[in-house]
């Protein structure tokens, strides 16, 4: 046999067999559905049932829902930057969908918004912590878009449980939309 040869006969394996250098992406997603939200869910259905004119606008809620930015810049310009104008149609159609269902759901009760600013934080921070030192990086958009979903989607999707707001994938990326047109996300 060759030197830097390797033979296998007989072998099971149960996963990955590489002969040389992997340079393939894992990502291991652990946790359990947050326990917050979920007594955040039960507490809006009773607010639901006692008090359907409770109209106030939590801050936090209003500091997300704010353009926060001296110098605006939109989120077309924010996509452009960050080499994404082909997502431009896409990202203003989710964005302005879960913008509406944000103001349905968060206009009469203080418990949706805690939820909403619950997810919207839970977005912001992932974005900012495992994917934008990956774009100022350089990092490839094929990395950025799988840990978007396993780092973003997937875990807001966990955390919804019973969903009662019927947020999906695309509210989702509508709630990394809506942060970036408020300057609270780059992408560059």
């Not at 008090?51 to 989120?75: A, H, M, P, R, T």
């Not at 990956?134 to 997937?154: A, F, V, Y």
Request: glycine fraction near 6%; proline fraction near 1%; charged fraction near 30%.
């Amino acid at each position: 046999m060759p030197e830097n040869s390797v033979s296998v006969d007989n072998a099971s394996i149960g996963g990955k067999f590489t002969g040389r250098d992997d340079n393939s992406i894992s990502f291991n997603q652990t946790g359990d559905r947050s326990m917050y939200l979920h007594d955040l869910y039960e507490k809006f259905n009773q607010e639901k049932e006692n008090n359907q004119d409770l109209k106030d606008f939590c801050e936090e809620l209003d500091y997300l829902n704010s353009i926060i930015d001296v110098e605006v810049i939109g989120l077309e310009q924010k996509l452009i930057d960050g080499d994404r104008e082909y997502m431009l149609l896409y990202a203003k159609e989710v964005k302005e969908r879960f913008h509406k269902k944000l103001m349905r759901t968060s206009q009469y009760s203080s418990i949706a918004q805690d939820i909403n600013v619950f997810l919207l934080t839970k977005v912001r921070r992932g974005f900012m912590t495992e994917i934008y030192g990956l774009i100022c990086k350089k990092g490839s958009e094929e990395k950025i878009n799988l840990l978007i979903t396993e780092r973003i989607i997937n875990p807001v999707k966990a955390d919804l449980g019973v969903n009662l707001f019927r947020y999906n994938e695309d509210d989702i990326m509508g709630m990394i939309f809506f942060l970036t047109g408020n300057c609270h996300i780059k992408w560059n």
